[in-house]
């Protein structure tokens, strides 16, 4: 079977990629073309065009490269049509990957939608297009089943990626141990925009804690060098290279932004503050239209403020201090974090092994299809 697969971010390229390896197992002669990266391309996938070239966050910077995304989604519809898949496989990546999909149905392609758009956080209205578009819904949050549920539209629960994607990697570097001094990991995001609000204040807040090592992630579609300038005023802080899992491993204590790294940072067991500061702008456009009551996913699902979230102006060196001090050094703050922590692991991992189920599903709705 042939598979066409559209990712447009470095998590939805890990998870393309173990889906990937799962649907080889059913599909032994399955060939992938994949809007993606180096992981899905390592998997077999044929690239089209990288991520890191597609890269844009928030309200404004989308706005402004307006001309650059409708000219990428000519390309994508051009390049489904030519290569003629089986079946088209989103994942994520909502801005683009449902105008894709209504394309793709429109033009007689089966759908199926791995991890949800999150309409429950805004436009839930986006629904209505889903239904009409998407084949095949797989979600990885629990509570999107019941989400999806009163719109009368049955999706399918696969349990989360990240709990198998962390748990192999503990399970394969169990020489990794914490450091012997305090160390908090610094991660302020995968794209250029973010990092630029977030780290200058993250570093800023270094000098309140000298004995403390401080380790920032560099993420991977970032020159090492933008890192270089903005780090050598500091002397107690480094940089993790493409490391993030080892660093977190390591680390005592995280500054993480708000998204996918706040859970993977909490499946690590390391006590975290949440971080989020973008352009006034596109803040002001988000608090209009969001409609969730927490930023960070670990929050969202376990529907409780487990993890302090600072957000725009509450992102500051003065309250960062605060809760680093309770992450690091407050035994009762960080004991109910990691009960929370335990009880959020236990509801990702009721679904089983998200990638293996998800490769089971489209394996056999595609084979379906050909009978």
Known sequence: MNYYLIAGEASG?????????????????????????????????????????????????????????????????????????????????????IPMARFAKHNGYKTVFYISPQVWAWKEKRVITLKQVVDKMLVILPFEKDFYKKWNYEVQYVGHPLVQVVDEFKKNNLTIEKTSIPSVALLPGSRLQEISKKLPIMLDLTRKFPDVDFAVAQAPSIDIDFYDSMLAPYPNVRLVKSKTYNLLMQSHAALVTSGTATL??????????????????????????????????VNLILDKPAVKELIQNELNVHNLETELQKILFNQAHKT????????????????????????????????????
């Open 264 to 297: 993977e940072t909490a499946l690590f067991g390391v006590p975290q503050v949440v971080c989020y500061k973008g352009s006034q702008l596109s803040y002001a456009i988000a608090k209009r239209l969001i409609k969730v009551k927490y930023i960070s996913l």
């Open 13 to 97: 390229d890990l998870h393309g990629s173990n889906l990937m390896k799962e649907i080889l197992k059913k599909d032994p002669n399955a060939t992938f073309r994949c809007w993606g990266g180096d992981l899905m391309q390592a998997a077999g996938g044929e690239i089209v065009v990288h991520y890191k070239q597609r890269a844009f966050m928030g309200f404004l910077e989308v706005a402004l490269n307006l001309r650059k995304i409708m000219a990428f989604m000519k390309q994508c519809q051009k390049d489904l049509l030519t290569s003629n898949p089986d079946v088209v496989i989103f994942i994520d990546y909502p801005g683009f990957n």
């Open 336 to 371: 109910q974090m990691f009960d929370d922590y335990n009880t959020l692991l236990n509801t990702l991992s009721k679904g089983g092994l998200a990638s293996a189920q998800a490769a089971e599903i489209i394996t056999d709705f595609t084979m379906e299809l050909k009978h």
